[in-house]
């Protein structure tokens, strides 16, 4: 008789590093024999992917390990294990029995440079052993390992892994360790094969990708090489510092119509003094006077940002000047955070000064401002015609697919003739802040008259 496989089901928090990290650890499962289910009732394994960047992110996952309790007490056979950020820094609280419960149900746990021991180490809890493996590499690439995509069209993938940036309000540092960069050979091979698969989105992932090196090739280089592969391939590219955006690289993305025309530029602050305090290395000024030159060089570049409302000894003029960036630039869309401190960063030692009241007043001041500044920008779309690549079905109805603009913008459309993969010329008829919503049509077909006058 056969043994029936073991089901592996995996949750994944956090970043998009995060999301692809998850797929090469199930890509490694998978090597070893493990089926994967989405369904967590059928599981043999369980494990979260988890991330520590902010107090709610864990307790999120404290939450769910505690559901799993539930499970490891109705089949105590069950594997759970933990991956991810939380691995490093929580390693002690996640063996602590006492700790909320979790230890006692906690078998591995392994951070974000440990991940070839997954298998061996999940080997070994089915015979009741624990492992832990959190240490942090200076050299991990993964180069060599193939993620396991199962989403059709859209790839993640890692270029460089670590950060050396040391915000002080940030544990990525103590988390996934120092910088380093897989080779421009081997990312490029994973491209061709992407394409040889019929995939049509790639995005290069990094904490900081600007900082993307091999030998004499930086990221501009990668960037370049990445396009080159497939012309029908969309190259995206995800975050990069304001720092070490350099004017080679945003010429390359100029000059490379599948490079998409949109940049993810955190600024985090709008007041120069608040920025020092962060170790963010620029100040408000270099950071308007490059978003000045990346609009110049790219006329229809769409931005979006991240913002930290709330961190230590900011004042009520410091958060206007984070207003008044949002005003000047108008950014097409912004993460926005409340200060949360963390644990053995820099930013721990000063005081959280900053009223739990006024954090959320001023990040919903922050959120709003967006919202309409987001809206706005939406409705300039109105009557354009945009191309856009269907990645599937959307969310509110099966008669529509939903896809995105070069610039990023989440379009929603009647799905026609249209399949998940194809690039499709849209109308944009209505916005609202977050979705566009349209009329497709066929390459070089004329717009109807009706369709233009609805929009005017
Ligand atoms: N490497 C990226 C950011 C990674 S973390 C960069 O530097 O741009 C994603 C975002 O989370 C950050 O940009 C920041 O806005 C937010 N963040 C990180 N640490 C935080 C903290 N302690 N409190 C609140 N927000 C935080
Ligand atoms: Fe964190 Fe700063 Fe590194 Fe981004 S650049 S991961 S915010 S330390
Ligand atoms: Fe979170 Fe780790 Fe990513 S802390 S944001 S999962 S790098």
Redesign the pocket.
């Known amino acids: 008789m056969i043994a029936q496989k073991k089901k592996v089901y995996l949750e994944t928090?956090?970043?998009q590093?995060?999301v692809s990290d998850s797929e090469l650890v199930l890509g490694l499962l998978n090597k070893e024999g493990y089926d994967i289910t989405n369904s967590i009732e059928e599981a043999d394994v369980v494990m979260v992917n988890?991330?520590?960047?902010r107090e709610n992110?864990e307790q999120r996952v404290y939450g769910r390990l505690g559901e799993f309790k539930a499970l490891k007490n109705k089949n105590p056979e069950i594997v759970v294990g933990v991956l991810?950020?939380m691995a490093e820094r929580l390693r002690d609280k996640l063996t602590d029995e006492k700790a909320k419960g979790v230890g006692q149900i906690v078998d591995v746990i392994i951070g974000p440079d440990e991940y070839r021991k997954v298998p061996e180490l999940v080997n070994k809890a089915w015979h009741g052993e624990k492992g832990i493996a959190v240490r942090l590499s200076r050299v991990e690439t993964y180069d060599d390992l193939e993620p396991l995509r199962t989403e059709g069209i859209s790839a993640w993938i890692t270029v460089m892994r670590g950060c050396d940036k040391f915000c002080t309000f940030c544990?990525?540092p103590f988390?996934?360790g120092r910088e380093r960069s897989r080779t421009l050979t081997s990312i490029v091979h994973e491209v061709e094969l992407l394409s040889a698969r019929g995939f049509k989105e790639v995005t290069l992932l990094g904490?900081n990708v600007n900082s993307y090196r091999d030998g004499e090739y930086d990221f501009a280089d990668l960037m370049r090489s990445v396009a080159e592969v497939d012309s029908s391939i969309r190259v995206r590219f995800t975050t990069s510092h304001p720092q070490d955006m350099s004017d080679k690289l945003i010429k390359t993305i100029a000059s490379y119509p599948n490079i998409c025309k949109f940049i993810h530029l955190p600024f985090q602050s709008g007041s120069s003094r608040v920025l020092e305090a962060m170790n963010r290395t620029y100040d408000r000024e270099h950071y308007m006077r490059l978003v000045k030159k990346i609009k110049r060089t790219i006329p229809d570049v769409c931005l979006s940002t991240d913002i930290i409302a709330g961190f230590p000894t900011e004042t009520e003029d410091d958060h206007r000047q984070t207003l008044s960036v949002l005003n000047e630039i108008r950014f097409d869309g912004a993460f926005m955070f409340k200060y949360s401190p963390r644990e053995h960063t820099p930013a721990f030692t000063m005081v959280d000064d900053v009223p739990e009241e006024v954090k959320s007043r001023r990040v919903t001041e922050i959120v709003e401002l967006q919202k309409a500044i987001s809206l706005e920008k939406n409705r300039e779309m109105l009557g354009k015609t945009v191309e856009i690549l269907v990645e599937g079905e959307s969310k509110k109805s099966s008669l529509e697919w939903h896809g995105r603009t070069d610039g990023n913008k989440m379009v929603v459309f009647p799905k026609g003739d249209f399949s998940i993969g194809d690039y499709v010329t849209v109308t944009i008829v209505r916005a609202n802040s977050a979705t566009l919503f349209g009329e497709a049509h066929s390459y070089g077909e004329e717009i109807p008259e009706e369709l233009l006058a609805a929009v005017a």
């Open positions: 928090y956090g970043c590093m995060n988890t991330c520590s960047v992110a991810g950020c544990v990525v988390t996934r904490q």
